[in-house]
T-cell receptor
């Protein structure tokens, strides 16, 4: 079984400050980890993924995420948040040793960036 | 935008009715996955199709069924609609269900289904 936890329902940050959105996961095999962002009344937009290799993954719009195997975490970060980053963020995991390509999503974290 | 399109954008049905939702994959993608996103929740995996065959299914009853066509577009059919089926239905396409699971899934804008 695979699962994802996003412990914060909402994160508030001032524009220009660092942004962190937390994610922890559980899988039986190797984790493949993804971050998506969702704007109101829109589908999910892909930000970045970790498959293997360097633990620090860089993605779209200045976002990055750090894979930490010992803590089973994959936190999303941005050094300087913008008001336009306000949206709903989803972490997702796939078990690399399971058949198919099912993604399991967390419940989402709403990010509010204030001017 | 991802190039994944879904129709219709919105749909209102009554309990007991049947509904068909449609999805066109991004060019070159042969795998389609369907997800249900209830209000305030993360997407839940319904099933996946790879080269016209079902390639995995989540915890959804058989009244949720699907098809994938030779051009890799897809349909989601839901029979005997219930109030709890009200949700945003998302389609995602990816390059191939090779079993490695490294492919990125690209999502369409979704279809908002309301069941009254």
């Amino acid at each position: 079984a695979q699962s994802v936890a996003q412990p914060e329902d909402q994160v508030n940050v001032a524009e220009g400050n660092p942004l962190t959105v937390k994610c922890t996961y559980s899988v039986s095999g190797n984790p493949y980890l993804f971050w998506y962002v969702q704007y109101p009344n829109r589908g999910l937009q892909f930000l970045l993924k970790y498959i293997t290799g360097d633990n620090l993954v860089k993605g779209s719009y200045g976002f990055e995420a750090e894979f930490n195997k010992s803590q089973t975490s994959f936190h999303l970060k941005k050094p300087s948040a913008l008001v336009s980053d306000s949206a709903l963020y989803f972490c997702a995991v796939r078990d690399g040793e399971a058949a198919g390509n099912k993604l399991t999503f967390g419940g989402g974290t709403r990010v509010l960036v204030k001017p | 935008e991802t190039g994944v399109t879904q129709s219709p954008t919105h749909l209102i049905k009554t309990r007991g009715q049947q509904v068909t939702l449609r999805c066109s994959s991004q060019s070159g993608h042969n795998t389609v996955s369907w997800y249900q996103q209830a209000l305030g929740q993360g997407p839940q995996f319904i099933f996946q199709y790879y080269r016209e065959e079902e390639n995995g299914r989540g915890n959804f009853p058989p009244r949720f069924s699907g098809l994938q066509f030779p051009n890799y577009s897809s349909e989601l059919n839901v029979n005997a609609l219930e109030l709890d089926d009200s949700a945003l239905y998302l389609c995602a396409s990816s390059l191939g269900a090779s079993g490695t699971g490294t492919d990125t899934q690209y999502f369409g804008p979704g279809t908002r289904l309301t069941v009254l």
